[in-house]
């Protein structure tokens, strides 16, 4: 109701009010504590309107950190040396950021953003549903392929540790030899014992070694798969944008969404150059070790 319409109706009450207190012929007093009544009464909603007003003044002001929150955690993730979505999930690609940190800080943004749905227009959740069904697809894509990139790196962390195992023993061996060449009775028995296993070590490091090296050109392969698959999953900006802009109009968060825009397209072929450089160094690599080691 407009405050025209708010004057005319305490003018019309006030009228009626005079009209009845003169009909009835109340007394001063009787009046008096009538009008105490009534200014109690109206003070009472005043103090209502304005508590009313302050819990959504309040809540309106939660709803805008929570989407802050959503800005800093998902649509530009807060985690160290990450500025956009595709940026930070390349870097867990990379090994570089704590997958499990970064699984956390999603959770949690994600966990806000179902709290702002409650909130949204139509329109807003609709940009959000679609952001977040691709950040999720995107992460389930990363997820698998950091799995099997771990598994790999163990396998090789495995086989240089047996491979160094097997040196070390054939070092000892050596030594040993050595002692017994040296010695006055030398012994050819256990001296042609130790050659055998010294024959026995160095074919089992060569047989780790190839199997490393089959294992270094799998990881790089596998590398240049997820890389690949991150690339042709596309990115974030134009949904992210979406989302700015909805959450802009629906909130007033004051900020230059076209320069957002730019930024974030910037940002996005930086990344787009820096992982199409990683594959082209993936599959150099892959063609040194063959060379390196002989394979075909």
Request: charged share 25%; net charge neutral; with cysteine.
């Amino acid at each position: 109701m407009t405050n025209k319409y708010k004057v005319v109706l305490y003018g019309v009450g006030a009228l009626v009010a005079l009209w009845i207190i003169k009909w009835l012929q109340l007394a001063s007093d009787t009046v008096v504590a009538v009008i105490g009544i009534g200014g109690i009464y109206l003070t009472a909603q005043a103090n209502a309107r304005e508590r009313a007003a302050d819990r959504a003044a309040e809540e309106r002001r939660a709803d805008k950190e929570r989407v802050m929150q959503l800005k800093r955690d998902i649509l530009l993730p807060a985690t160290e040396g990450c500025s956009s979505v595709t940026q930070c999930i390349g870097l867990m690609l990379d090994g570089t950021t704590q997958t499990a940190k970064i699984h956390g800080e999603y959770s949690a943004a994600l966990s806000h953003m179902t709290k702002v749905l409650l909130i949204s227009d139509a329109e807003t959740l609709a940009a959000m549903m679609n952001y977040l069904q691709k950040v999720r697809e995107l992460w389930v894509l990363v997820a698998g392929e950091r799995f099997a990139l771990d598994q790999i790196r163990a396998q090789i962390v495995a086989i240089e540790t047996a491979h160094a195992r097997d040196n070390e023993t054939q070092q000892e061996l050596y030594a040993s030899q050595r002692a017994m060449i040296s010695g006055d009775h030398p012994d050819a028995a256990a001296f042609e014992r130790t050659t055998q296993l010294i024959a026995t070590h160095e074919q089992s490091k060569k047989t780790l070694a190839d199997r490393a090296t089959q294992l270094r050109i799998a990881y790089s392969e596998r590398e240049i798969q997820a890389v690949t698959a991150l690339l042709d999953a596309g990115d974030t900006v134009d949904l992210e944008v979406e989302l700015l802009r909805c959450l802009r109009k629906e909130i007033d968060l004051d900020f230059d969404l076209p320069g957002t825009r730019a930024r974030m397209v910037a940002g996005r072929a930086r990344i787009v150059k820096a992982l199409t450089q990683r594959i082209e160094e993936a599959k150099a690599g892959i063609a040194s070790i063959r060379q390196a080691s002989g394979a075909e």
